[in-house]
């Protein structure tokens, strides 16, 4: 399921972020790596955050086939929130082989994308 608030900013500049998208070219060469998503298309917090993040993706040529989008409710619970201990959206988990490698939950000091590519820096290697 695609979700709206994952539509990619068509403004959102990859080579003023040439860093981040680098950082997730390298999870798209990693066939182990995948990323799964908590959001619900209502969510002011979501719509914030995750056109941009859709849209360093894109740039970086991530798969969707490694992009797991989870939709939840109102409440904030659906597939998987347990598990992963999912309690404000957006929650983006970046794993490689079941194991976790960033997280980014609702309102980081900087943007989803950015705060992933700096919690992923060295862990790729």
Do not use: K
Not at 4 to 32: I, L, R, Y
Not at 62 to 82: K, Y
């Amino acid at each position: 399921m695609a979700l709206d608030v994952m539509q990619p900013t068509p403004t959102w500049n990859a080579e003023a972020h040439a860093e981040t998208v680098a950082v997730f070219e390298a999870v798209a060469g990693d066939p182990d790596v995948s990323i799964t998503l908590w959001c619900r298309d209502n969510c002011p917090d979501c719509r914030r955050e995750l056109p941009d993040f859709a849209a360093a993706l894109e740039a970086a040529e991530v798969p969707d086939d490694r992009v797991r989008q989870i939709a939840v409710d109102d409440d904030n619970a659906g597939p998987l929130t347990d598990e992963y201990g999912v309690e404000r959206i957006p929650t983006i988990v970046v794993e490689r082989d079941g194991a976790e490698l960033a997280r980014f939950v609702e309102e980081a000091a900087l943007p989803a994308a950015t705060h992933l590519a700096n919690e992923l820096e060295g862990a790729l290697d």
